[in-house]
Every structure is written in C-alpha cells, then in structure tokens.
C-alpha cells in the first residue's frame, strides 16, 4: 500500500487551530507546528456578513514584518477540501515558511480584495485567533500583538450572533 501524498499547509487565521480544521473541516494533520511567514502582515482587511462581524484574517505583502501561524502536514486532497470551503475570492499561494530551523514550502490562501484599512474583526473572532495562537505556543509577543488589536462587540447583540454562529460551526453535521 503507498503512502498517501502530503503538503504543508499554513494557517494564520482560524485555521491555525487544529481543532477547527478537525471539527469543522474534517481534516486531521498528520503534524502541525508553529511557522514564520516573512516579508507579510496580518491584516483584517477581509469583510465580513454585517457589523457583528465586520472582518476577518488576511495577510499582505509587507517587508520587515512577518505573520506567525501554523504548518499544517496534510493528505493532498486535504487542500482542496479548504480551497473548496474558504470560497472563490481566495487566491492559493505557494510560500516558504519557516519552522523548526529551516523553510518549508507550504501553501496558503489569501483573499483577494483591494481593501487596504485594517478594519477590527469581532471579540468573538479574535479570541479564536488567540486561542489557536496559545494552543499552537506562537511566541508571546505575537499572541500578545493579537491580544492588543482592537474589536468590535455589542453586548446582547454580539452574544445572540455568537450563539448562532456556534451552532452553526461546531454543532451542524
């Protein structure tokens, strides 16, 4: 029996957590370690449905930075299953990342826009990307630069919507 083919994929949204590519994407990496993305930014420049959940994680072209996520070892047809959830406006990229001492090339998605503002994403969103972060040991000064962005939250209003998308994510078969 051959052994299947694998890839690196990087995460640097929710998909850092490998409990939501598991949950939610039906993906178990073979392994996931922390990965450096040099010469971008994180950026929440990716709209989101309404003012409840006004953006999400993208990264950009930016010299002297870099974006601290996840490299996910994963079966080959694995990427076609988050190309194929993530939705057309996603360009796959194909990047060195750094991890464990050396670079790897690994792919990841980046959404298209020409948006160019860092728009603060949801408390409800942000803590999944910081959560992630601390589950996966990315460096504290990258997990607290998360932990210090801005967010939107409306009391009652975001608790009701957060509920929802809940159900939705992590309760839907």
Same mark, same amino acid.
């Given at each position: 029996?051959?052994? !299947? +083919? ?15 590519? #598991?949950?939610?994407?039906?993906? #178990?990496?073979?392994? *996931?370690?922390?990965? /450096?993305? %040099? ?14 959940? !006004?953006?999400? @994680? ?9 974006? $601290? ?5 994963? =079966? +080959? +047809? =694995? ?6 959830? $993530?939705? $057309? =406006?996603?360009?796959? &990229?194909?990047?060195? /990342? ?7 090339? @690994?792919?990841?998605? #980046? ?5 160019? %503002? =860092? ?25 607290? *630069?998360? &932990?210090?962005?801005?967010? /939107? ?5 975001? $608790?009701?919507?957060?509920?929802? /998308? ?8």
């Amino acid at each position: 029996m051959s052994k !299947p +083919k694998t890839l690196f994929y990087f995460g640097y949204g929710s998909n850092m957590s490998t409990q939501y590519l #598991i949950k939610r994407r039906k993906i #178990i990496p073979i392994s *996931s370690k922390v990965g /450096v993305l %040099k010469g971008y930014q994180l950026i929440m420049n990716m709209g989101g449905p309404n003012f409840l959940e !006004p953006s999400f @994680a993208n990264i950009r072209k930016y010299e002297c930075f870099s974006v $601290e996520g996840v490299i996910h070892e994963i =079966d +080959k +047809k =694995d990427l076609q299953k988050i190309v194929n959830t $993530e939705g $057309e =406006d996603y360009q796959l &990229e194909k990047l060195s /990342v750094y991890t464990e001492g050396k670079t790897k090339t @690994a792919y990841t998605l #980046i959404y298209i826009t020409n948006e160019t %503002k =860092d728009i603060p994403p949801s408390k409800r969103y942000l803590k999944i990307l910081i959560s992630a972060a601390k589950e996966n040991n990315l460096s504290t000064s990258y997990i607290e *630069s998360l &932990e210090r962005r801005p967010s /939107v939250y409306y009391p009652l209003l975001s $608790e009701i919507f957060s509920i929802r /998308v809940y159900l939705w994510v992590w309760l839907r078969t």
